[in-house]
């Protein structure tokens, strides 16, 4: 079956690192663009960065150059590594993968849409 499974998340002080992990199975995960996803208390969920399949990455300016998306196509594996993490990086940290070219377009783009596949998340808390 389809899966994809978010793993890494957990509670760091502010200016902390973490490096968020997405474990995909059963489908083609080369040809497909991917993107993460935060929830946090109260607000929608918002694109924190993405990654397509010649490996061209976007971040929207929330991530402020902290954030940086990468992929493991021989292991099927999505990376978010976060340094410098504040009060406003908490939340539901989620991973999509589409392979449509309206679907690429949108996690390029950071837009929270129904993609072809999403994870159930991983929680990042981040307090003194």
């Known amino acids: 079956q389809v899966q994809l499974v978010e793993s890494g998340g957990g509670s760091v002080q502010p200016g902390g690192s973490l490096t968020l992990s997405c474990a995909a199975s059963?489908?083609?995960?080369?040809?497909?663009?991917l993107g993460w996803f935060r929830q946090g208390p109260g607000e929608e969920r918002k694109g924190v960065g993405s990654?397509?399949?010649?490996?061209?990455?976007n971040y929207p300016d929330l991530a402020k150059g902290r954030f940086t998306v990468s992929r493991d196509n021989a292991n099927n594996i999505l990376f978010l590594q976060m340094n410098g993490l504040n009060a406003d990086d908490a939340g539901m940290y989620y991973c999509?993968?589409?392979?449509?070219?309206?679907?690429?377009?949108?996690?390029?783009?950071?837009?929270?849409?129904?993609?072809?596949?999403w994870g159930q998340g991983t929680q990042v808390t981040v307090s003194s």
């Open positions: 059963g489908f083609a995960f080369s040809s497909h663009c």
């Open positions: 990654i397509d399949t010649k490996d061209k990455t």
């Open positions: 999509a993968a589409d392979s449509s070219a309206v679907g690429c377009a949108l996690l390029m783009g950071w837009v929270n849409y129904e993609y072809k596949y």
